[in-house]
């Protein structure tokens, strides 16, 4: 039997080993071939595609794959298939077993970008040139082309043929080309450990946090890619780039070869598309415009293939303006071949002549947008509506000045605009001041508006979706208001939207956003927001152990705190970040004075604040030692959290009551608990709880003597501390896993 993918992913193994292990890849081979008990030229034939006839053999080179390789089970998964082994599931049970305390996750680690296109015109010598560069030494792949080659389409196809095959484990898109300049090497940072679920990292200082995401991608093959490249000015990012520890690989792409590169990099340079895959993008772009029927005689279109030198961009902008322009073919074609020099600028300025008011409205206003954006943002801004606003979305689409993306047709479009079309609207935009301003104001009020539809919904958290698609451009308006000194939009988006960072755990963004609050409200003389914000900034600072930066905020906290009325929901906010910082500090009975001073009024703000501050007091009462004192506040809030069904303070209440049993030695109905709290957690997308769970079940399998299976849980309630970025919850874990592997 032959298989091809058998082949391919036997290769992947022997380089993976060869990068693991600083070895060669015949060093390797030989090695697998002794262990079989096969010859080198099996080993090759194997490689060619063959599949062994020894079902043994496959199952080795699956060990090989686990032990040496650091493949996942659903890599493993793969590779069985391919090689059609009879017995998958008893061999993914033996090699790489799903333990019952850890639930089965399916995902896949990437943040690429939907597709602008609806078919890829395969570019098969490009294609196949950057696998090979990703199967090099080299730490960086470099796609070099002009505008509108195709680089970002092409990487785009690379990252998801990757996945599918599993040669790398997950990939990591950043694109500087909407914000031209502000990629950092603290921004990759971000997205990687974002990307593969280690939000908890970004909070960290730099250098600690680029140890711990380069500990990340030498675990596991991560595939950066890093688009837009040549506007990039961080020096630090390059160098890091550079070095990149293996088995990860970047891919950039860029317009410029830098003379950095010249020895560090696998440089690809992407041309214009050969006569056929210009065909082809032709024959659809014909389709997709409705005009095939009027073009039967593809040679027709030869010069103007010529014209744009193959360039993809520059054909589907070209046969966009033959649609709407309504002259002869060859008379369109003669005024392209005159403008050639300046192809790009030519062939807008021809498309903006063609459109109309509301298409060139929206054309504009898409600048605003730093990230795709939906249909109802897009139209409101423009103030463009219903089938005006549908006819200037096609017509932008045909002239390929907009682009569109729709991950399946459960979902609703969005929108984006390619580099080139953005550099040159933007000049436009400058041009129209009146239609910005006015723009810019319904841009802020929608924001400001599906901010505020979020809130703090406790209740439902299903309601933090809405932001989901809307993060980039939510900061946008963020941003834009407080540099252009609205700080009443500031507030108002600010404050309705730190819940939502809470949640998600994207603690570096909450700290940013509630500093651009803080400043924003001391400088519009709103005291409340600011000592909201300031509170926030010090209650997260605290509990990630940062108190010495918390104490800059804290004082100028106490400065601000004789302004609190003592029954309101900021006099809360404040006594109950105060006591995060002393609890921080060790000083855990000033804390629960804060806490206790509060306590009276709480019942009367909302039930939520009152079973917070309660289960707050709780948990010092419980470092203190009094544990009885901590249970009968406990039961209290969980007997509210209940009636209120506030799902977070139930799920809390139940973790620090089982808590205080185990401490007790009380196990019984603790499983039952622990795998109600699991899914729970899980349900209600509680994420900071989870690690305290599976901490718990460590603590569980200790007492009834099952080392092994406590050792695997603390490894998993580690990841999971290590992922939110729990620091010292994180640092006692590390120390007993320590522990108990020497006693064992």
Not at 140 to 147: F, I, N, R, Y
Request: hydrophobic share 40%.
């Amino acid at each position: 039997m032959q298989s091809e993918k058998f082949g391919r992913l036997l290769k992947a193994i022997i380089n993976s080993i060869a990068t693991q292990e600083g070895k060669t890849n015949p060093i390797i081979e030989d090695e697998l071939g002794q262990k079989v008990g096969v010859s080198a030229a099996s080993i090759q034939r194997y490689k060619a595609g063959h599949i062994p006839p020894e079902v043994r053999t496959i199952e080795m080179f699956a060990e090989a794959a686990i032990k040496r390789g650091g493949y996942s089970r659903e890599w493993l998964q793969n590779f069985l298939h391919s090689a059609r082994h009879p017995h998958i599931d008893k061999v993914l049970d033996q090699l790489c077993p799903i333990n019952s305390y850890r639930p089965r996750s399916e995902r896949i680690y990437h943040n690429l970008p939907a597709p602008t296109y609806s078919q890829f015109v395969m570019r098969e010598q490009p294609f196949n040139e950057i696998l090979d560069g990703l199967s090099q030494r080299s730490a960086v792949v470099l796609l070099a082309g002009m505008g509108g080659m195709g680089k970002t389409s092409l990487a785009l196809e690379i990252a998801d043929y990757c996945i599918k095959e599993s040669l790398f484990d997950a990939a990591v898109w950043v694109s500087d080309k909407d914000q031209p300049g502000t990629t950092t090497l603290s921004i990759v940072l971000d997205d990687i450990a974002r990307t593969l679920d280690y939000p908890g990292l970004i909070q960290f200082e730099h250098e600690e946090k680029r140890y711990e995401v380069e500990q990340l991608v030498r675990r596991q093959r991560v595939l950066l890619l890093i688009d837009n490249f040549e506007t990039i000015t961080d020096g630090a990012l390059l160098s890091w780039l550079l070095r990149l520890p293996e088995p990860s690989k970047a891919l950039l792409t860029t317009r410029e070869y830098r003379r950095e590169f010249r020895r560090s990099s696998w440089p690809i340079e992407l041309r214009g598309m050969t006569n056929a895959e210009a065909q082809e993008l032709t024959t659809q772009k014909l389709h997709q415009l409705k005009i095939d029927k009027q073009i039967t005689d593809l040679t027709q279109l030869a010069p103007l293939l010529t014209i744009t030198s193959g360039n993809p961009k520059a054909i589907e902008m070209a046969l966009g303006y033959i649609k709407y322009q309504r002259q002869p073919l060859e008379q369109v074609i003669n005024d392209l071949y005159v403008a050639r020099g300046e192809l790009f600028e030519d062939l807008f300025a021809r498309c903006w002549s063609l459109l109309d008011e509301a298409s060139r409205r929206v054309l504009l206003v898409m600048t605003f947008f730093p990230d795709t954006v939906s249909s109802e943002a897009l139209s409101t801004t423009a103030d463009v509506q219903g089938f005006a606003f549908d006819r200037a979305v096609e017509h932008l689409i045909d002239l390929t000045l907009l682009d569109v993306q729709q991950e399946d047709l459960n979902k609703s479009s969005r929108y984006g605009l390619h580099p080139l079309v953005r550099v040159i609207a933007i000049v436009k935009l400058l041009e129209q001041s009146s239609l910005e301003a006015g723009a810019r104001e319904r841009w802020v009020d929608y924001y400001v508006q599906l901010a505020m539809k979020v809130g703090y919904p406790w209740e439902d958290l299903n309601k933090l979706k809405a932001l989901d698609t809307e993060f980039e451009n939510v900061f946008s308006v963020l941003d834009w208001t407080f540099k252009k000194q609205h700080y009443s939009a500031t507030i108002k988006i600010a404050n309705n939207i730190s819940y939502y960072h809470y949640i998600r755990g994207i603690w570096a963004r909450k700290l940013e956003i509630e500093k651009m609050r803080a400043e924003a409200a001391r400088k519009d003389g709103n005291t409340k927001s600011e000592i909201g914000a300031l509170s926030s900034i010090v209650g997260t600072l605290s509990r990630q152990g940062r108190t010495t930066e918390a104490r800059v905020y804290l004082e100028r906290l106490n400065e601000l705190e004789n302004n609190v009325e003592v029954k309101s929901s900021t006099f809360f906010n404040l006594q109950k970040a105060i006591a995060y910082y002393y609890a921080g500090i060790g000083e855990i009975e000033v804390a629960l004075m804060r806490l206790q001073r509060c306590l009276p009024f709480a019942e009367h703000f909302n039930k939520q604040t009152h079973i917070v501050i309660r289960n707050r007091m709780g948990n010092l009462l419980y470092q203190l030692g009094d544990l009885e004192a901590a249970r009968q506040l406990f039961l209290a809030s969980l007997e509210d959290a209940t009636k209120t069904n506030y799902k977070r303070g139930i799920l809390y209440s139940n973790l620090k009551l089982l808590y205080i049993n185990l401490d007790e030695g009380k196990t019984s109905g603790i499983l039952e608990t622990l795998e109600m709290l699991i899914k729970e957690g899980e349900y209600s997308q509680s994420r900071d709880y989870l690690p305290l769970i599976y901490y718990a079940y460590y603590r569980l399998s200790l007492i009834e003597g099952n080392i092994e299976k406590a050792i695997s849980t603390l490894k998993y309630s580690i990841d999971l501390f290590e992922k939110l970025g729990m620091r010292n919850d994180l640092k006692k874990a590390r120390e007993e896993l320590a522990n108990l592997e020497t006693a064992n």
